[in-house]
Structure formats: C-alpha cells, structure tokens
C-alpha cells in the first residue's frame, strides 16, 4: 500500500518496503539512519531475500533495528555483532546474513571481532555507520571522532593525545579475506544512489561465496553535532569527506 500526497501538482507515492515493518522509528530528526535501513530493505524486496536474510543488531542508535526491519534479527552484545554474524552464518550457510553498526560498536568496543571476521574472510556483509560520535549513549568522543571536533568527553574538541581518528576502510582493505570494500555517503541524493548499488553489489558478493564484504556509510548525528539537519549534511561536504574519501578500495 503507498501514501498518496500532491507535490508541485504531481502526484507522487511512497512505498514501504516489505521489508520494513511499519513501527515509527525512535531516529532523530535528520537523522541517516532511516535512509541506510530503507537502501537495505529496498535490496532485500529486489533480490526476494526476505526469508531467506538474517540481520544482526548492535549496541547503540541501531539497537532496536529489530523493531524495523521484518526480517530475522538477532541482538548482539557491544561490539560482537560481527562474531554472531560468523556464527549465525556458519550454521546456515545458505542465509543472507549482515551486521548493522556505529562506529563505537564496530571500530571501538567490537574492533577485534570486526578485524578478525574480516581477515578470515567470512561469508557476510558488513554495514558500518559513520557519524563520527557516540549517538545514543550521549555524544562521547568514538574512534572516528575528527581531530578538534567537540563531543562530551571531548568539550574543547578532540587532539592528537587521544589518538588520531580511525579510517576503517583503508584498515580493512589490508585484511585478505576482505573481497570488496567502498565508503559512500547518505547526504545527498546522487549519494543515495550510490550507496544502494554499493550495498546492493555487497548482498550479490554473499551470494557468489565471495567473503567478507565491507561498506562504510557517511552518516550525519544532528542532535549529538548540535546542528539541524541541513547543517549537518554540509557538515559531512566540509569536515567528514575530507578526512574519509568515499570510494571503492577494494574489489575482487
């Protein structure tokens, strides 16, 4: 079923993704979260995967991705998604599996599951949300925090004593179980775009056997970069893309 609305005289319709569940999300305002599990339901009604894909749910702003996307999830503890996702995908080999997580849960407290998941090559896709913050738990300094960005355990902004920001792609990209590996970007339209092909090539990599597949989403946090949506969407343009390029790092 769609919703109906007249724009500029054109009439327009929204469709829900099977997918998706229809519960309303507790996201942000502005948020990108919403649009990275659109893309994501979107390729799993084209490829006809729904009952054959399993999620796996982190610790943080996603924690309740259980909640909307109608698929089999499971819930990780902090940080190991990515070795429930080895689990989940050696027991049933013939599933669809993926994780969905920040950049505290997956570069921070889950660092190791992700880097060993990665260098064995397992047979699952991994989706890392990029929003340079610890979204849910208050606004704390993460691993991707930029250098002089402002966070609560950051208020003069972050320096070089506290560690240098931690590009996961160009990490990742070392490993040799690692297939395919590209950082895109949920800001603009064209982005969008790009986003679901990249997500859509990781899903078909899963399904060729081909290893672990690796895609980085440029996400904004307006509420936590005390910003409104619009700023924080220039924000990614200005200060985020600089420091992580979007691309394709790796693809074999």
């Not at 190991?80 to 599933?95: E, G, S, W």
């Not at 790009?194 to 899963?206: P, S």
């Amino acid at each position: 079923m769609g919703i109906e609305v007249s724009l500029e005289g054109k009439e327009i319709v929204y469709k829900r993704p099977k997918a998706l569940t229809d519960a309303v999300t507790h996201y942000c305002p502005g948020c990108g979260h919403g649009t990275a599990h659109r893309l994501i339901a979107e390729i799993v009604d084209e490829l006809g995967i729904q009952g054959t894909t399993v999620g796996v749910a982190p610790v943080g702003c996603s924690v309740f991705a259980y909640n909307y996307f109608d698929l089999d999830m499971q819930q990780a503890a902090h940080g190991r998604a990515c070795a429930v996702a080895t689990a989940l995908k050696r027991l049933m080999p013939d599933k669809y599996v993926f994780t969905y997580q920040g950049d505290g849960d997956l570069a921070g407290i889950g660092g190791n599951e992700t880097l060993h998941a990665c260098n064995r090559g397992e047979n699952i896709t991994i989706v890392f949300i990029n929003n340079a913050i610890y979204g849910m738990t208050g606004g704390q300094m993460a691993p991707t925090t930029l250098i002089g960005q402002k966070t609560t355990t950051s208020p003069y902004g972050r320096t070089t004593n506290e560690g240098n920001p931690i590009r996961m792609c160009e990490l990742i990209t070392t490993l040799p179980g690692v297939r395919y590996v590209e950082r895109v970007a949920v800001n603009t339209a064209p982005r969008v775009r790009k986003a679901k092909a990249a997500l859509l090539k990781a899903f078909k990599n899963q399904q060729e056997n081909k290893g672990t597949s690796f895609i980085e989403i440029v996400s904004n946090c307006p509420s936590n970069w005390k910003m409104t949506p619009l700023a924080s969407n220039k924000w990614i343009d200005d200060a985020m893309i600089p420091y992580f390029p979007l691309g394709v790092f790796k693809d074999q």
